[in-house]
């Protein structure tokens, strides 16, 4: 009997050592991959982040969690009594084995350290599950969300559409009267929330010579172009985004809205602009009022701002994970939020309202054929519209997940190298492991 005893410890010797290998193998591809940037006091000419270089990895990992410093911003201020998240309730979820889009099998906290991810949270019903932090990056930090924005953003005009303030089969130039002969007067509010203006507009990361790059992304002072800060008001016809928006975009005269997935950042700008119009409330204090103030918020929240200092509602807001969590909650619980009904429960439902025209749009589009994605609808991802399972999503690797089915909610930062999640394996990876993980919470 003591033979097996001693077999037995032996053999768990040496499974444990095992493990002990892969998690120290993995550890070390996470460190062999990470640079650091600003090291120093000043900090060293090589590791200097600057408003040229701020998406560039691995300066991103330190400006996205800073996103203060290279941008301009204003604030979103948390109000009233902090929600509590209590957790992490079980953090060993971090060891549970899942597969990478390369068809690695890893753990967990391995996946998201080696795909760039800054931080995750995870949480089922009200319960913070897990959490883990990477590149710095912290718990009490804020990151900034890019494009999850988009989706923060519709969710407030759905406030409008209920009131009766804003109908969606209406032309944006209806509450915006600069947008008349622009490429957004012959479309409907509700092509603006699906990506389907046909607008002659080309969104584009790696163009550096594209109207997106040399216009666009300097109004919206969120990409470097020599000289674009300098530039004055009464220097340029273009100044903030909404110059742009009125001025510069043009209708594609080869397609008809509706009749297509095309996905367009100035998209979410006009239903910005509409929110401001239409409330008579700068963006970001509309959102502070309606819905930051009744998340229980740990955090302020704030958001950058383009050129002419006008909310950048298309990808400029920053918040902490937990946070960015409480927003998704309250999506998930249908627009609820700790007792309260913050965003309406139809205008939240609506999001998952997907039929065959919106199918066919996504299918239609060869940029995303390869991707997760059944459908884009009111600014939100969809995966699967009869589990309630759909996603804000961020250029550089940013998503809320949500999973109606499983009652989970999760939220991942990252400074991915690529901006664009389509054909991205470090994106894949992590939603993959994502949708394992939710799956895994079911019971």
Known sequence: MSIVINNIIVVMCLLIASAMQIAAAEE??????????????????????????????????WTFRNAGAPLNVVMIPRQGTIYNLPGPTKPDLGNISVTDARGDSMRLSALFANNYADGLVVVKGDELLYEQYLNGFNGHAQHIWFSMSKSLTSSALGLLVEQGKVDLSASPARYITELKGSGFERVTVQHVLDMASSIDLKETYTDLESDFARHYAPALNMGWLPGAADVQPDSTPIYGVQDFLAKFIKPDNSRQ??????????????????????????????????????????????????????????????????????????????????????IPAKWVDETLAIDDKLRGNMKANPIYQEEFWTAYHNMWWILDDSKGEYCAVGIHGQVIYINRSTDTVMVWFSSQPGASAARNVNFRSKLKAARTLAEHLKG
């Not at 200097?48 to 300066?59: G, K």
């Open 257 to 342: 809205p509706g009749d297509n997935f095309d996905y367009n950042s100035s998209n979410a700008d006009v239903l910005g602009w509409i929110i401001s119009r239409v409330s008579n409330l700068p963006f970001q204090d509309y959102i502070q009022q309606n819905i930051w103030s009744k998340l229980g918020a740990e955090h302020d929240g704030y958001i950058a701002v383009d050129r002419a200092y006008m909310p950048a509602v298309t990808g400029g807001m920053n918040s902490t994970t937990r946070d960015a969590a409480r927003f998704g909650m309250m999506i998930r619980d249908r627009g609820s939020f700790n007792g309260e009904q913050v």
């Open 28 to 61: 070390q591809s996470i460190k062999k991959s990470t640079k650091q940037a600003m090291q120093g006091f000043p900090p060293t000419r090589e590791s200097q982040a600057t408003m040229q270089n701020y998406r560039e990895f691995p300066f991103n990992q």
